[in-house]
Nanobody
Framework: QVQLVESGGGLVQAGGSLRLSCAAS????????LGWFRQAPGKEREFVTA????????YYADSVKGRFTISRDNAKNTVYLQMNSLKPEDTAAYYC????WGGGSRFQVEYDYWGQGTQVTVSS
């Protein structure tokens, strides 16, 4: 069983930055692929970014490319999402997820475990 706990959400003005963290339980954290997804009110959950088990491969949605950066610290069992140049349309609940095959993926169905989410609100 893997438990994921997100933190770091909050209220920020447009153009500002936030860093989300997702702490994971489990001794094999370094083998997981990890992803961040988000869900805005009234919308479906969507892919934001993902990272492979080694950190050697990363993937980004076009809407966040160049503004968001995913990284991981396997020694701390933590994955991070650095969000810069935030826009009101980035407002959503952000979820981290773990996939046991390790590759990271854009597709929600490929993830085995999910966190409870953290809210990010960007004011204009």
């Amino acid at each position: 069983q893997v438990q994921l706990v997100e933190s770091g959400g909050g209220l920020v003005q447009a153009g500002g930055s936030l860093r989300l963290s997702c702490a994971a339980s489990g001794r094999t954290f370094s083998r997981y692929g990890l992803g961040w997804f988000r869900q805005a009110p009234g919308k479906e959950r969507e892919f934001v970014t993902a990272i492979s088990w080694s950190g050697g491969s990363t993937y980004y949605a076009d809407s966040v490319k160049g503004r968001f950066t995913i990284s991981r610290d396997n020694a701390k069992n933590t994955v991070y999402l650095q969000m810069n140049s935030l826009k009101p349309e980035d407002t959503a609940a952000y979820y981290c997820a773990a996939d046991l095959w390790g590759g990271g993926s854009r597709f929600q169905v490929e993830y085995d475990y999910w966190g409870q989410g953290t809210q990010v609100t960007v004011s204009s």
